[in-house]
């Protein structure tokens, strides 16, 4: 087999980048480790920048996002017992987010990909990249029992952190920077009517708490607790018990509890990966990058990647110049580091940190009171959660 491109990974990147490539007329396969069932049962992100919606639209697959996504214009903050509207439409020049879970982003784009009869190969075994420093790369991959080699231009490596693109590369030639936080995201997802129209963002005592949303009718929650914490200790009862010790009188009376349809626990961290391309293979998303889910920053971060990668590739085989390709990890690590501060940023003001003492909480509501009366401090949280333009700072 032969292809132009060969991707690894059918997550939200591999998937968005195969579908762009496709509306460019490049070829690409996507090669994925899992079933598209455990792809389609990963529980994400929700929350959309316009970067993202714009790229959907690109992709021809955002029917479905503008039919059933939900267009919110300001978030609320809650500390000290009381709410703070961010009004991002009137803090950003008219600027709004999209509520639309990452699973059916996935699903919009395997439905495309699988009515243009595009090639995926899924289940894919011990799948390996080769010779990615020469001018020839390919990849080899197991599939029922019999042995397969891809040949391809470039390989686009969005098989996310635990991946074996970044694992090839040479370690000689790569940096990586990490943090990993304390604690991490107990997440319910349950068919209850989300408890206020925006999310709300929770500083509270006892620690964090995020209220989110799917839809109108399905909503997304999560605690911070201890990384020492097992999902067996959560039953539902005392989750939702837990979630209303931390909301305002308001929030804990209008909110709605039922069975939870998927539980589970995130560790937080943030991690960038310099650089970004060794030789013709690039990495893409979580492949390059994690951030804090607290600044809902990774999916649209990844999206930015594929954007530059596609623009990159189109140019190649277009216009004949590498100067895309060239240019792809310092451009998108430029975006990535301003991302990850926010993210980092965001969670280190809304989150307990017990091991830095009770002046750590002081600290944080001072800083959260100055931003709540600042013009200027509401219109950074503002400007960051919407997404910086493609070409700021450029």
């Not at 400007?383 to 493609?390: A, D, K, Q, R, S």
Request: glycine fraction near 10%; include cysteine; proline fraction near 4%.
């Amino acid at each position: 087999m032969r292809t132009q491109v060969a991707i690894i990974g059918a997550g939200p990147s591999g998937l968005l980048l195969g579908q762009l490539l496709h509306k460019a007329g490049i070829d690409a396969v996507i090669i994925e480790r899992q079933s598209p069932e455990y792809v389609l049962g990963r529980i994400r992100a929700g929350v959309l920048e316009q970067v993202a919606t714009d790229l959907l639209d690109e992709a021809g697959v955002g029917q479905r996002m503008h039919a059933e996504g939900l267009v919110h214009t300001g978030f609320d903050m809650l500390f000290n017992g009381e709410r703070h509207r961010i009004d991002l439409e009137k803090l950003t020049g008219g600027k709004k987010v999209m509520v639309y879970g990452q699973t059916e982003v996935t699903r919009d784009l395997m439905d495309a990909r699988q009515a243009a009869g595009l090639p995926t190969v899924y289940e894919a075994a011990n799948v390996q990249v080769h010779d990615f420093e020469t001018l020839s790369p390919r990849v080899t991959y197991e599939k029922d029992g019999q042995s397969h080699t891809l040949a391809c231009d470039f390989i686009a490596g969005c098989d996310g952190f635990h991946g074996v693109c970044r694992a090839s590369a040479p370690r000689s030639a790569i940096k990586e920077f990490e943090k990993v936080y304390p604690f991490g995201w107990l997440g319910l997802l349950s068919d209850t009517p989300p408890v206020h129209h925006e999310l709300i963002y929770v500083n509270h005592p006892r620690g964090f708490a995020l209220c989110s949303q799917r839809s109108a009718t399905r909503s997304r929650y999560y605690l911070q607790v201890p990384l020492t914490d097992k999902i067996e200790q959560w039953s539902d009862e005392a989750f939702w018990q837990e979630l209303k010790l931390r909301l305002d009188p308001e929030a804990a009376g209008k909110l709605e509890t039922g069975p939870s349809i998927e539980k589970s626990i995130a560790p937080l961290r943030s991690f960038v990966t310099e650089p970004l391309r060794f030789g013709r293979m690039f990495l893409a998303g979580d492949a390059g990058h994690i951030v804090p889910p607290t600044g809902a920053k990774g999916l649209n971060l990844a999206a930015t990647d594929v954007k530059y990668l596609m623009d990159a590739f189109v140019e190649f085989y277009q216009e004949q110049s590498e100067a895309g390709i060239d240019g792809y990890s310092e451009r998108c690590l430029k975006r990535i580091w301003r991302a990850e501060r926010f993210s980092w940023w965001f969670t280190s003001i809304m989150h307990t940190f017990d091991s830095e003492g009770a002046i750590n909480g002081k600290l944080q509501q001072a800083e959260l009171d100055y931003l709540m009366h600042s013009e200027a401090g509401l219109k950074t949280i503002a400007e960051n959660y919407v997404g910086l333009p493609l070409d700021f700072g450029a």
